[in-house]
T-cell receptor, first 113, second 111 residues
Framework: NAGVTQTPKFQVLKTGQSMTLQCAQD?????MSWYRQDPGMGLRLIHY???????DQGEVPNGYNVSRSTTEDFPLRLLSAAPSQTSVYFC????????????FGPGTRLTVL | QQPVQSPQAVILREGEDAVINCSSS?????VHWYRQKHGEAPVFLMI?????EQKGHDKISASFNEKKQQSSLYLTASQLSYSGTYFC????????????FGAGTILRVKS
């Protein structure tokens, strides 16, 4: 059981480039989420999904797209990278229902120059 | 709206106790607590639900005051391994998945 996996671990982009952060889970969880973490700001929700084909915006969705074609995968796309998107990105999954504790992936550290 | 955590930081000696608080301006269905060590992902500690149910690690205790939308995490007889940043996350909806996290409380336990 790998849990939640994320690739890449580190990435450097130039302003204006696009890229996709990959996230996969093997726990058959319905719920998946993307967070960004900046110093002193805690974890902020970017986008989330409650099942395959269903996604919705979180607190800070601008500049990011998501899709959920399978239960296992939830990629995050940066459309045109900006220095303000320099952050650590965490993907998380959880089961549906009341006890929906989040299982986090190891994170992707992204730097936009 | 982001829940407010207090204190922002606390330093303890091994064996001492600490309380971390989390307060929201919205009515809540659930409160989550996580601990994050430097350079690592957050790890689940406890979840408390409206109505009194809760689930978490045996050595961690917490409370949830539904009327005040406040939760507290109690760390007793602290150990060096308790050091890290503690986050609360709140969700207003049952069967929701829209957690909003506080800014975190940095806990350092010294020997």
């Amino acid at each position: 059981n790998a849990g939640v996996t994320q690739t890449p671990k580190f990435q450097v982009l130039k302003t204006g480039q696009s890229m996709t952060l990959q996230c996969a889970q093997d726990m058959n969880h319905e719920y998946m989420s993307w967070y960004r973490q900046d110093p002193g700001m805690g974890l902020r929700l970017i986008h989330y999904s409650v099942g395959a084909g269903i996604t919705d915006q979180g607190e800070v969705p601008n500049g990011y797209n998501v899709s959920r074609s399978t239960t296992e995968d939830f990629p995050l796309r940066l459309l045109s990278a900006a220095p303000s998107q320099t952050s650590v990105y965490f993907c998380a999954s959880s089961s549906s229902g009341g006890y929906n504790e989040q299982f986090f992936g190891p994170g992707t550290r992204l730097t936009v120059l | 709206q982001q829940p407010v955590q207090s204190p922002q930081a606390v330093i303890l000696r091994e064996g001492e106790d600490a309380v971390i608080n989390c307060s929201s301006s919205k009515a809540l269905y659930s409160v989550h607590w996580y601990r994050q060590k430097h350079g690592e992902a957050p790890v689940f500690l406890m979840i408390l639900l409206k109505g009194g149910e809760q689930k978490g690690h045996d050595k961690i205790s917490a409370s949830f005051n539904e009327k005040k939308q406040q939760s507290s995490l109690y760390l007793t007889a602290s150990q060096l391994s308790y050091s890290g940043t503690y986050f609360c996350g709140t969700d207003p909806m049952e069967y929701g998945n829209k957690l909003v996290f506080g800014a975190g409380t940095i806990l350092r336990v010294k020997s």
